[in-house]
DNA sequence: CAACAATCTGCAACGATTGTTGAGTAGCTC
DNA sequence: GAGCTACTCAACAATCGTTGCAGATTGTTG
C-alpha cells in the first residue's frame, strides 16, 4: 500500500481531510501490513490515541477501499479484513483461527472463459485455499493425545 | 444434493427425526438448487406452512451442513448461502445484489505447491469470481443515461 | 484568524444468527 | 398403540460486526 504521505495527499486530492486519526491509521497499516480486521487496526492506534473511536477507524477504513488504497477482504472469518496489498495475490484462511495469510504464488488459467460468465462482468478474481494452520493443527494434535 | 428421500434416510440413520418441517425443506432445497439464504428458504417454505419458524429452518440447515449434505457459503453478501451442489465447482457473486451463481468449468492448477502453503493443511479451495450480475449491469446503464 | 464543512466521538440501532425457556406436538421403537 | 424423547414453536434476549445519528470539535481555505 501507498506509504502515509502519499495517503495524505491522495486523501487532500479528494477533498477529505488529514486527521491525526487517520495519520496514525495509515501509519498503523503501512507499519504492519497483515490482514487486519478493523478491531485489530482500533487496537494498535488505541495503544498511542486512546480516544480514538472503534467508529472512526471503520469510517477511515471504508475510505481507503473506496478509494481502492486497500481491499476488503469477506473470507467468512467473523469479520471483514482489510488487506493493504494491492498486488493480485490470493489466500489461505484457517478455518479454525480466521488467520489469513497471503499466497505467494501466480495461479495460472483463472479467466473464465465469455461463454460461462453467464453475463456478468468479472471484476476481480480471488481463490481461497481454505485449511488448517500449522498452530491450530498442533493445538488439535495435542488435546487428542491428550 | 440427495433426494428428499435420501436425507430421509440419513436424517434417520443420524438418530434425527423425518418432521414435516425439515421433508419440506428437504424439497424446497431439492426443488431450487440455488444459493438460498436461511431467510429465503424459510420463505418458500412458509408458503406451504405458514407456522414454520425460522428458527427450526436455521437448525435444519445446519444439521445439513454438518452431515455434509450441503455447503455453507460465506461470500460476504451479508448473509450466509447454503449450497445444495456437492460437486467441487466455483462461484459467481454479483457485488451489487448478492447473487451467487455457480460457474461451470473446470479450473486448472489450483494445487497450491507444498512450499507454498506455509505449514497449512489445505482442506478447499474456492474461486470467486467478483463482479455484476446482467440485470444489475442494465440496471445501472438504465439509471446513467436517466 | 474566521468561517464553513468535514470529521470525531459515544451511543443507539441494525441485520443475521443463536441461546433459552417452557409448553405442546408428534416421530419412532417396541 | 403407548411411551419416550426429540422436535417445534413462540417470544424474547443476546451476541457480534458494522453503521446511522447528533452534537461537539477541528482541518482547511481565503
Do not use: W
Not at 498503523?28 to 478493523?38: C, F, I, Q, S, V
Not at 494498535?44 to 481502492?68: C, F, H, K, W
Amino acid at each position: 500500500m501507498k506509504s502515509p504521505a502519499e495517503l495524505t495527499e491522495r486523501f487532500r486530492a479528494q477533498g477529505l481531510r488529514v486527521t491525526p486519526q487517520r495519520q496514525r491509521i495509515f501509519a498503523a497499516l503501512y507499519d504492519n501490513p497483515e490482514h487486519p480486521t478493523a478491531e485489530a487496526v482500533y487496537a494498535s492506534v488505541s495503544a498511542e490515541m486512546p480516544t480514538i473511536s472503534l467508529r472512526t477507524v471503520y469510517q477511515t477504513l471504508n475510505d481507503l477501499a473506496a478509494m481502492g488504497e486497500l481491499v476488503q477482504l469477506e473470507l467468512g472469518t467473523g469479520s471483514a479484513r482489510f488487506d493493504p496489498n494491492l498486488d493480485g495475490h490470493h489466500h489461505l484462511v484457517c478455518d479454525q483461527c480466521g488467520k489469513v495469510l497471503d499466497v505467494d504464488a501466480e495461479i495460472a488459467g483463472l479467466d473464465l472463459p465469455e461463454d460461462r460468465r453467464q453475463g456478468f462482468v468479472i471484476d476481480a478474481t480471488e481463490v481461497v485455499f481454505r485449511g488448517t494452520c500449522p498452530q491450530c493443527a498442533a493445538r488439535e494434535l495435542s488435546s487428542s493425545t491428550h
